[in-house]
């Protein structure tokens, strides 16, 4: 619905234009749906299980080689086929005068996915802090930043959001959990995430290198190709053969994974797949869903969105531009399978501490901020690793006062974000702009945006932890563990009638003692009772209840009616106390109140029972 109404609100009130085949695009975005809905089904019955169960067994086998082996290739082997990464590297080919080969970028980058894979794997293994490698990544990222080609920079970062595709980023979140749940000492919610994170950091590096030899080593070709403006609408070949491609285009996606899969649970763990019938329908919908979901967006969205991408930057405003990229950033990722997959695993593992909508909702802000910034770049001009730079030494920042339990979802949450729906628009607004606004190099200024859409996502995800934490949030395990205290604590009252049962201040103890309690009354005019609370207090006294009094003496008694509604005039405080301390109470205010010799009130006490509610200091007891 928000990509709807985004695109409507432009297409309507800013291009001022009706859509050619506005029905298929409907019926494009309905299939959306429905494909999401059969997608999402499947991940619940199919690959999560199955990737959580091979985690456990690798985990319960003890043998490092193998998880590792499984980890690389799973992180090469669906990366290689990505869809976003073959549309990203034949546009970087296209516009690199023939330096860059997409072929032997896609290697570069799905062997850099692996790679990261098994870091990330090790890391949960060994029970290391994620945040000290991210730093570190971030750091090399930089370094390598210095010396790379500025042609290939913008491309390096956009390539570590796009290397998490929408099938990949369950399974691997899968593993990661599935292995955290199963290792000793290991927090699934603090262990458990991040893998993600690392599949998005390394192909900035090892790609940054790559262009450093391309650009050192390889003479550009004489041939450019150029840049092809958007057609004005594109629609879906709908026959039998057509459908029938795209099917085939997204089982070729899902083999390589199931591939893996049954080679590790029948040759290398020996072991049959739990719930076999289940995992192959769960396999099904992911496809029936997935190609769904695809030939939806192609119907309903992609060509719709180059289009007003093309057309949005022939007007004079640019605040027009921002707003088009904030809305679409905010929508596209609303919408993003990937993150819907890990916000439900974020809820379920924290307990319902992180509230899935709530989290997609800030992974959105996040999005549409850096897409928002990123477009002022390239529109105003200037280098995008300084604002990267920037970016990241906020994120470090955030690492340090953020919980704990937020830190690896929030890293993760900057892959999930560039996936099926947001990559094709982004790149395609990304080089509309670059290729139409003056002075702007597609190659060097076109890529980024994907970069800048996986960086905010972790800082406004860090920031939902820091207010959640602030506002005290608990998860449902809490929740129940206090309830069940308060429970117990009224049961221990209900036995413990005849004790004096006090709270112990700044806990939620109580305890119960068989310790004599009295209450102290003084009743002084009410000028007085400030110099009475501090005596009270110095001898010991730590609760007071202050009541109106209204008091008359013997003589006034006789003409007494005409004195009842006369205002109040003194003060009644009450002072409940162990009834060793009443003496000094009592000695304290007379003495200095003088009540026993010119001073005026009364002072008195009474010894009390079944003392419930009085909150006392520990020390105080």
């Known amino acids: ?65 193998w998880i590792i082996l499984f ?130 950091l390394t192909p900035m590096i090892f790609v940054q290198f790559y262009g450093m030899f391309v650009y050192t080593f390889i003479d550009p070709s004489s041939v450019v190709v150029p840049l092809a403006e958007p057609e004005a609408t594109a629609v879906l070949n709908m026959d039998i053969m057509g459908i029938l491609e795209s099917l085939v285009n997204v089982i070729k996606d899902v083999v390589p994974i199931l591939a893996v899969i049954l080679f590790f649970q029948y040759i290398v763990l020996k072991k049959p797949i739990d719930n076999l019938k289940n995992v192959i329908i769960g396999f099904a919908l992911v ?73 997609r909702l800030f992974v959105a802000l996040g999005v549409a901020i850096g897409i928002a910034l990123g477009s002022y770049r390239i529109v105003v001009g200037g280098e995008i690793v300084y604002y990267i730079m920037a970016g990241y030494l906020f994120v470090i920042v955030l690492t340090f006062i953020a919980p704990k339990y937020i830190i690896p979802i929030a890293y993760d949450s900057g892959g999930v974000t560039t996936s099926t729906v947001t990559v094709p ?20 200024d076109g890529f980024g945006l994907i970069a800048f859409a996986s960086l905010f ?16 949030i608990k998860g449902e395990h809490e929740k129940e563990q206090i309830h069940m205290n308060e429970l117990r604590h009224a049961l221990e009252d209900a036995h413990n009638m005849g004790l004096s049962t006090i709270n112990i201040q700044g806990t939620d103890k109580r305890h119960s003692y068989d310790m004599p309690f009295s ?33 008359m003496g013997l003589a006034k008694m006789d003409n007494f009616y005409n004195r009842l509604h006369e205002g109040t005039t003194d003060s009644n405080l009450m002072f409940i106390t162990q009834t060793k301390n009443v003496e000094a109470i009592i000695k304290s205010i007379i003495t200095e109140l003088d009540i026993t010799g010119e001073g005026a009130g009364i002072a008195y006490s009474y010894p009390i029972t079944n003392l419930k509610g009085l909150t006392l200091k520990l020390d105080d007891l």
């Open 287 to 359: 496809i029936i869903g997935l190609d769904a979901f695809i030939v939806g967006l192609e119907m309903g969205l992609f060509s719709v969105g180059e289009t007003m991408a093309y057309e949005l930057t022939q007007y004079d405003s640019s605040f027009i531009i921002y707003t088009f990229g904030f809305l679409i950033g905010f929508s596209t990722t609303m919408a993003e399978p990937s993150l819907t997959a890990i916000a439900k695993k974020a809820k379920e593992i924290s307990d319902g501490k992180i509230n899935d909508f709530i989290l």
């Open 71 to 200: 980890a690389f290739m799973i992180g090469f082997g669906t990366t290689i086929a990505e869809p976003a990464l073959v549309v990203i590297a034949d546009k970087a080919a296209a516009i690199s005068s023939g330096r860059i080969d997409a072929n032997v970028l896609r290697g570069v980058v799905a062997f850099s996915v692996g790679f990261a894979i098994v870091l990330g794997v090790w890391r949960i293994i060994k029970g290391h802090p994620i945040h000290y490698y991210i730093i570190s990544g971030y750091i090399l990222v930089v370094a390598a930043t210095a010396f790379a080609p500025q042609e290939i920079v913008g491309l390096a970062y956009d390539l570590g959001g796009v290397t998490t595709s929408t099938v990949t980023v369950p399974l691997v979140a899968a593993l990661g959990i599935g292995l955290a749940s199963t290792i000793k000492g290991r927090d699934p919610v603090l262990d458990g995430f991040g893998l993600i994170a690392f599949a998005s």
């Open 519 to 551: 209450a102290v009354h003084v009743i002084v005019p009410k000028e007085k009772e400030e110099q009475a609370l501090l005596a009270a207090r110095e001898a010991g006294a730590r609760g007071v209840t202050i009541m109106p009094a209204h008091g």
């Open 1 to 65: 619905m928000p990509i709807i109404l985004v695109i409507m609100f432009f297409q309507l009130a800013i291009i001022q234009s009706v859509p050619e085949n506005w029905l298929s695009t409907a019926i494009g975005l309905a299939i959306v749906g429905v494909g999401l809905a059969v997608f999402l089904l499947g991940l619940e019955v199919g690959i999560f299980p199955v990737g959580e169960g091979l985690a456990s067994d690798f985990a319960r086998k003890g043998s490092t080689f």
């Open 457 to 472: 996502p972790m800082l406004t995800v860090m920031l939902y932890g820091v207010i959640t934490e602030k506002m005290g």
């Open 425 to 444: 628009l982004v790149a395609a607004l990304g080089l509309g702009l670059a290729t139409n606004i003056e002075g702007r190099d597609p190659l060097i």
